[in-house]
């Protein structure tokens, strides 16, 4: 027989805590840890109706936000603290993204020691009046050297000033390649001052505006515990839901979007219930990975005592000849086929106790490759159904859109035709 040296060598099988359905529990995450407070579950209720169903015990509440909405958030919490503590808005943002937009600790921590707030946030300030830019006279750009007269320069509250083009090189690097934006710093070498809206406003063009201003509010989302992204396709929408993680394994929190993408607000996946996220995601690892490859040659396979290469046996004796290193061996007992004497196709050689392991080994390996496999041709099965389920959906859909249009029956009439 042949070698195989296009296969792999030495799999060994998975952990099997996948298939017996026990999921580990995730730590509890502690939101704003890094300001020692938690963030506490928004009040997301709805209107009650009575002519709805009976809520049932895996149903939560959640809401569906737009851009503008969340826009509207953010300006609302913004324009609170600028009335409240009477700073601009911009540094009423930049406190805002510092504090992971928790209003009540920001304000709290102002009033017990504003200086070390604002340095801390980086809104350290040398000098008053808004930012703007100027020509001065005899300026040298400590960055490009330039010092051609009427050179545009800019400086923030710190200070520190630099030529137009040199902050605008410097601000496209930092959003397009960085994707920064909510943490901009002052291109002085150890200056923390933050680079706030309307300065960055005067300095960069259009397109650069709005990818900054999307930055910010990406951020925004992010920072939240109980607000998360639609993970759509071209959906800009935002899913509002107050699910702790320590509940993820007990509750499979499914969420749907105003454009109809159904998914877990625990993992962002598709809709997995009743399975918890930490077991779908070691399922789908398991299933994605090269662990079962592995474990199929492991099982179905055997080295060459020489060279080590993988070999598969398709068929005929024992009498075994690798392809590579031409070595001689027998696949019962892996020892040099010149000592079998004349038991050259039984082997009756004893077998020492590593003998036995190995074969034990064997076997453990393919008992574990026969039981993923069970279950995987049948999640395969689902999977594939549930495409196919999806797509009699859509075609039947258009079918009575279009019988809808040539016959001028209401949509409803249309539903019960299809009935009868």
Known sequence: MDSEDDFMSGGSSDEDDVLMGESDNEEESEDGKDFGFEESAPDIS????????????????????????IQAQQDELVNEVNMILDIRKEDAAILLRHFRWNKERLIEDYMDRPKEVLDDAG????????????????????I??????????????CGHRYCVDCYNHYLTQKIKEEGEAARIQCPHDGCRRIMDSNSLDLLVAADLKSRYHELL?????????????CPAPDCQNAIECGIKKKDLDKVVPTVACECKHRFCFGCILADH?????????K?????????????????????CPKCNSTIEKNGGCNHMTCRKCKHEFCWMCMGLWSEHGTSWYNCNRFEEKSGSEARDAQATS???????????????????????????????????????????????????????
């Not at 509010?217 to 992204?229: A, G, I, Q």
């Not at 399922?283 to 080295?303: G, P, V």
């Not at 549930?386 to 797509?391: F, M, N, R, S």
């Open 46 to 69: 709805f209107k009650d109706d009575s002519s709805q169903k009976k809520k049932k015990t895996f149903d939560i509440n959640y809401k569906v936000h737009r851009p503008e909405d």
């Open 283 to 303: 399922w789908l690892k398991k299933c994605a990975d090269d662990s079962e490859t592995a474990n199929w040659i492991s099982a179905n396979t055997k080295e």
């Open 273 to 281: 219930q009743p399975a918890p996220c930490t077991l779908v995601k």
């Open 123 to 142: 809104l350290v300030s040398s000098k008053s009046g808004p930012p703007k830019l100027e020509v001065i006279p005899g300026f040298v750009c400590d």
């Open 217 to 229: 509010t990406r951020t925004y989302v992010e920072d939240k515990e109980f607000l998360k992204w």
């Open 144 to 157: 490009c050297c330039e010092d051609e007269a009427g050179l545009q320069s800019f400086a923030m509250k």
């Open 366 to 420: 393919r008992k574990s490759l026969e039981r993923y496999l069970h279950y995987y041709n049948r999640y395969a099965n689902h999977e594939q159904s549930a495409k196919l389920d999806k797509d009699i959906y859509h075609k039947t859909e258009k079918k009575m859109i279009q019988l809808q249009s040539a016959s001028g029956l209401s949509w409803i009439e249309v539903q019960i035709s299809q009935l009868r």
